[in-house]
């Protein structure tokens, strides 16, 4: 785990890289960068700091093949970068400047071991380093939001090379040596901000939030315009820095403000979550909760195809304030996030199913979602039909079962819509759906099928 303390004492291990705070301003509440491992049963292997005399803020963390790979953003001029780093010093800050950072990329061994450190660029105000992600080659890509005044950091022939508006997305690929390779802006006429980034099949999928209505988004996508003063994207580049797609995903609304935290991706699909306080436009019909929950911000999450259309979304929130990051493995994957929200969060009989007490308390949740298996095996013979297929107002079942069956119909999500007890094969049942792609689960004494069924 990583994180920033003022603690001088209960952080690092003996012998650990760094085993004292550096920090000279830790009582203005700024300190130094720790990182701590721990095993598989919670008890503390090693842990450092790490920081020089200013302060130091880890962003993300990314292992990789026997190493690991931090990156974040510092005030520091000492004990950040090693000698014969891509770039080992940095000019020291600007008078006035108390604000101002500069990235860093650092690479550990899992012993706790500083591999090599370096900074990337100047004391330049909205220059950071938001998140990390390893290729297969070891290859190293950071994002972060820059300033135009850090268009020198880019390269030749890169994508974008010249900011185009408050602050762009930038996004650099370094060996795993710590040589820089390539750099470039993404982004238009406003600020643009990445928040994560996942690596799969040689492609990058970035997400954040923007207020630019410009080279964003391409064509053909789930969302092609901006709808609110804010929205998030996903983004899909080459390994090369080229974009292959970009997408919006939010609202219209006067102060609709949609940010995508983190992103993953399994199984072809790329998923992607965050908060918002937009009241449409984010979940599909069927998803776990269509409709917003009220309060500040609810979280989201959203599944989209590698062709940057969105296969489904949904809101996940109560009455008060909410907000999530999303990590799967297939289709079943987990929520983790904060609440102030007494309803809509935990369920029956979970650990903890009620939030704590106090004047307006603030808990963390998490949440699993196992979606129902919804597909037939194509090598199993049918036993039932369903027709028309498609259908507008009326389905049969046709098959060759003499007993009563059972019918539940399930949404492209898993949620179940509607139930037919007792039914006569051949008997027409009534759909009353919107126009969609559903799942036909038909069940009898001997047999059980799931059928597609398109409702038009």
Known sequence: ITGYTKSNTNIATPGAHQESINSSIVNNGYGDSYIAKFDTNGN????????????????????????????GVTQSSTNIATAGSHQATVNPQPPGSIHYTVPFIAKFSLDGDLIWSTYHGQFVDSLGANAVGIDANNN??????????ASYLTTTGAYQTVNNGEGDIMVTKFNENGDKIWCTYYGGEENDTPKDIVIANNHLYITGYTASSTNIATTGVHHENLTAPNDAFLLKMDLDGNPIWGTYMGSQGANSLTVAQSVSYSDNSIWISGETNATNGIASLGA????????????????????????????????????????NQGDNFYLAGHSMSTTGIATES???????????????????FVPKTLSTPTNQASSFSIYPNPAEKYFQIGGNNTGDLKI???????????????????????????????????????????????VK
């Open 140 to 149: 190293i890509y950071v994002v972060g939001r820059a300033s135009p005044a």
């Open 350 to 368: 979970a650990y903890q199913p009620n939030i704590g007490a106090g004047n307006n308390p603030q808990n963390v949740y998490l949440a699993k």
């Open 44 to 71: 503390l292997v090693w842990a450092t700091y790490f920081g020089g005399e200013n302060f130091e803020k880890i962003q993300s963390i990314s292992l990789k093949d026997g190493f690991f790979y931090v990156v």
């Open 408 to 454: 539940n119909i399930y949404t492209s999500t898993a949620r179940l819509v509607k139930t037919f007890n007792a039914v006569k094969l051949y008997k027409k049942l009534e759909l009353n759906l919107a126009t969609g792609v559903y799942f036909v689960e038909i069940m009898s004494n001997e047999n059980k099928e799931t059928i597609r069924l398109v």
């Open 288 to 327: 776990h909760q269509e409709s917003y929950g009220g309060g500040d911000k609810d979280a989201f999450f959203a599944k989209f195809d590698e062709n940057g259309q969105r296969l489904w979304g949904s809101y996940y929130g109560g009455e008060k304030r909410e907000a999530n990051f999303i990590a």
